[in-house]
């Protein structure tokens, strides 16, 4: 009697032990999913902010300080809280920037 309760009790174990293995695979493998997702997407966002560099430098590179001037113009008037939110980082970075010991 006891030697059987043994084999149905090895059994349930070992079934255990196999469905925790399976369940290990499977949280390894949705892991490796997700991290291969977050590769891609900071990928793909390294590649859109190095081509807006690029568009960048070539705008100051063609660009004389009267278009500059103009375009800043345009720019503050479409949207003025988004230039006045700029003004005010700008202004704290210089402020600390300057009052350094």
């Keep these: 009697m006891a030697n059987t309760t043994d084999r149905v009790m090895g059994n349930d174990f070992s079934n255990v032990g196999d469905q925790v293995k399976d369940t290990a695979h499977r949280v390894a493998d949705t892991v490796n999913e997700q991290v291969d997702r ?10 859109q902010a190095s081509q807006k560099f690029e568009l960048a430098s070539q705008y100051f590179r063609n660009a004389d300080v009267r278009q500059m001037s103009d ?31």
Excluded: C, W
Aim: charged share 20%; aromatic share 4%.
């Design 38 to 47: 977050g590769v891609n997407a900071a990928r793909e966002l390294g590649d």
């Design 71 to 101: 375009d800043l113009v345009t720019y503050v008037k479409g949207h003025p809280l988004q230039a006045l939110a700029g003004a005010v980082v700008i202004g704290f970075v210089a402020g600390r920037l300057l009052s350094r010991d």
